[in-house]
């Protein structure tokens, strides 16, 4: 059983890092030249159940609309187009416009899950309900994770809730 998946965000919020971290609880086949008819891939996970394979998408341009970052957008939108989920990745305690005109890109009907990555950053953990309430509004989240790629925290949630979407 294979499920694609995709992660976006904005440049910084620890998508490569993530990345490190899922492949590394089970490792399996890495390679930055892996390509399948579609897409890039950047990853693959396998465990007892399924089997994950993760997704390059192309860096998101969203500070000027040029005919190049238009083209840009056009190859995200449709590597979007043929996972079974996505991962956007945020920034706890950050959602800005940059994040916001991620969103924007995301398919209506896509599954998405909001990755709320470095809540080790957060002084205040109370604040993170709040802002999950806020982000919500945003899009039809199909899941909301929070975690810490660099320290590895609740990153197995997060395989838990997407095989649920294979
Ligand atoms: P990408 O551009 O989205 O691929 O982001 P990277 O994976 O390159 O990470 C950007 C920066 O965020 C790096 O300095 C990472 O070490 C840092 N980072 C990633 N995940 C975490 C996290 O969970 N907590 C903290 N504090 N920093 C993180
Ligand atoms: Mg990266």
Redesign the pocket.
């Known amino acids: 059983h294979t499920g694609f998946i995709a992660i976006v965000?904005?440049?910084?919020?620890?998508?490569?890092?993530?990345?490190?971290r899922l492949i590394g609880l089970k490792v399996s086949i890495v390679s930055s030249k892996a390509q399948t008819t579609r897409h890039r891939v950047s990853g693959i996970l396998t465990d007892d159940t399924a089997q994950f394979v993760f997704v390059d998408t192309p860096g998101f341009q969203t500070r000027h609309q040029n005919a190049l970052n238009r083209t840009m957008n056009r190859t995200v939108t449709q590597s979007l187009a043929d996972v079974d989920l996505v991962y956007l990745?945020i920034e706890a305690g950050k959602f800005g416009p940059e994040d916001e005109q991620v969103v924007a890109l995301l398919p209506r009907d896509a599954k998405v899950v909001l990755v709320i990555?470095?809540?080790?950053?957060l002084a205040d953990k109370s604040s993170l309900l709040p802002f999950i309430e806020r982000i919500r509004g945003a899009f039809p989240f199909a899941e909301v994770v929070p975690?810490?790629?660099?320290?590895g925290?609740n990153v197995d949630a997060l395989l838990k809730v997407s095989r649920t979407y294979l």
């Open positions: 965000g904005r440049p910084n919020v620890g998508k490569s890092t993530l990345m490190n990745v990555n470095k809540v080790d950053t975690l810490s790629a660099e320290r925290k």
